[in-house]
């Protein structure tokens, strides 16, 4: 039997201020690498978490980005 394991890490919200914010998300380890991109459109809004495999998250562009710890922007 396959022992799922729970996924508890942080999540934020992403909330794009202009179109074409890029999200990147990086790796865990040794090796920082980028793993996963998503582009957002003005108003779109992404919940991204941090994983076992997601260590940091790379936002290009005006987003605001929310967290337990507060609110602030990118890109001003």
């Not at 508890?8 to 909330?15: A, N, P, R, T």
Request: hydrophobic share 35%.
């Amino acid at each position: 039997m396959i022992e799922k394991q729970q996924i508890s890490g942080e999540y934020i919200v992403i909330k794009a201020l202009e179109n074409g914010v890029t999200i990147i998300g990086l790796t865990r380890g040794k090796d920082t690498k980028f793993h996963h991109t998503e582009k957002l459109d003005k108003g779109e809004v992404m919940v991204a978490q941090f994983t076992e495999h997601t260590s940091a998250m790379k936002i290009r562009g005006r987003a605001q980005i929310s967290t337990k710890h507060g609110t602030t922007e990118s890109g001003i």
